[in-house]
C-alpha cells in the first residue's frame, strides 16, 4: 500500500467480522482517513444513496466487505433476499466507485463459490467447472457475480482508466465480531457458546453433531484482514503475473485443515470445559473436507500469524465480551 496515511479509504461493512479487522488493520498501519457508514447511514442497496456517497466522498480505495450472510438454516429460509441484497450491493459499489474514480478496490468473496464436489484443496481454477451446494447457491452466485464484475471492469477500463480491482476468497473465518445466534452461526462460535454453557452448567458431556471425521479450515479473522490489506498493496505487475483476467481471485486460507473432533478439543480447552465429549453418528456429517488451496497467496509471500489454539483463545474472551452487554 501507498504511504500516504492520510489517503482515503471506504471501508464497506466496517460493523461486520471482517470488515472491523479491517478497520482495525489500517488504523494499526496509522492510517488517519477511513470513511465508515453504518447500514442506516447509508443503504448500499440504494443505488441513488451510493451513487452521492462516492460524489461526495471520492475515497481513494475501497475495500468492499458488506454482505448479507448467514449459515444454512437463513440462506434456506431467505433465498431471495440473500441473492438480491448482495447482487445490488455489490453492483452499486463497483460501478460507482468506477465513477467516481476509484483505481484500487478489493471484494471479499466465499469460499462457498466453489462447486460442491470440487477436488480438494479447492484451487482457484476450480471456479464455474461444477454444480454449486444447493443451500447456499443464491450467495454463492452473488458472490461469483462480485468476482467477474471486479474482472469486467479490469478488463474494459483497466487500460484506458488505470482500474485495478482484485478480489479475495477467505476459508472459514472465527474470531471477535462474530455470530453467536443458537441457530444461524458458524461451526466455530456455536461450539464455543454450547462448550461455555457446559461449563457454566456442569454438563458431563457434550454431544456433537456427526462422526467427527469431517475437516475443514478455520482461519482468524485478523490474518484475514493482514491478507487483504496485503492483496490490496501488492504492486500490479506482481498480482498480475499470479493471475489472468478470467481468473483474477486469490484465495485466502490457513494452509491446513483439522477435523470436527479435534477443533471440538481444542474449543473445549480454549472455554474451560473439562467434561466428556462424543459424537452422534446418526446426524449428517456434510462433506468429508472443505479446504483451501492458497499456495498462490502463500508463493506471493503472505502466511497467517495465528494459530488455532491462540485464535479460539481471543474467540472465547470477544464471546464472553458479548455476554457482559
Keep these: ?40 447511514e447509508l443503504d448500499l442497496t440504494n443505488q441513488a444513496a451510493v451513487e452521492a456517497f462516492f460524489q461526495t466522498e471520492k475515497p481513494d480505495q475501497v475495500y468492499l466487505a458488506a454482505a448479507k ?5 437463513a440462506n434456506n429460509t431467505f433465498p431471495a433476499e440473500f441473492i438480491y441484497q448482495n447482487l445490488m450491493m455489490e453492483a452499486n459499489v463497483i460501478h460507482q466507485a468506477f465513477v467516481s474514480g476509484v483505481k484500487k478496490l478489493l471484494f471479499l468473496g466465499s469460499s ?5 464436489l470440487a477436488p480438494q484443496p479447492m484451487s482457484e481454477s476450480a471456479l464455474l467447472t461444477g454444480t454449486l451446494e444447493p443451500t447456499n447457491e443464491p450467495y454463492a452466485i452473488a458472490k461469483i ?21 482484485r478480489s479475495v476468497m477467505p476459508t472459514n473465518l472465527y474470531g471477535p465480531g462474530d455470530n453467536y445466534h443458537p441457530e444461524n452461526s458458524h461451526v466455530i462460535p456455536a461450539l464455543i457458546r454450547r462448550f461455555h454453557e457446559a461449563k457454566i452448567h456442569q454438563y ?39 493471475s489472468n483476467p478470467m481468473e483474477s481471485h486469490i484465495n485466502v486460507g490457513y494452509g491446513s485443515d483439522v477435523t470436527i473432533a479435534e477443533l471440538a478439543r481444542e474449543v ?58
Aim: aromatic share 10%.
Design 1 to 40: 500500500m501507498s504511504k500516504d496515511l492520510n489517503q482515503k479509504i471506504y471501508v464497506a461493512g466496517h460493523r461486520g467480522m471482517v470488515g472491523s479487522a479491517i478497520v482495525r488493520n489500517l488504523q494499526a498501519k496509522g492510517f488517519t482517513n477511513i470513511v465508515t457508514r453504518t447500514h442506516s
Design 69 to 73: 450472510v448467514g449459515g444454512i438454516h
Design 112 to 116: 462457498c463459490i466453489y462447486p460442491k
Design 145 to 165: 457475480a462480485g468476482i467477474k464484475l471486479c474482472e469486467s471492469y479490469n478488463r474494459q477500463y483497466g487500460q484506458t482508466h488505470g482500474i485495478d480491482y
Design 204 to 242: 458431563p458431556e457434550v454431544v456433537i453433531w456427526g462422526t467427527g471425521k469431517p475437516k475443514r479450515e478455520f482461519l482468524y479473522v485478523d490474518d484475514m484482514a493482514a491478507a487483504s490489506v496485503f492483496v490490496m498493496d501488492l504492486e500490479k505487475e506482481i498480482y498480475e503475473s499470479h
Design 268 to 325: 473445549a480447552n480454549a472455554t474451560g470445559y473439562e467434561g466428556g465429549i462424543s459424537f452422534d453418528s446418526n446426524k449428517p456429517d456434510g462433506a468429508p473436507r472443505k479446504w483451501m488451496d492458497s499456495s498462490k497467496l502463500h508463493g506471493l509471500g503472505w502466511a497467517p500469524l495465528v494459530e488455532l489454539p491462540v485464535g479460539l483463545q481471543s474467540a472465547y474472551q470477544a464471546y464472553l465480551a458479548t455476554l457482559k452487554l
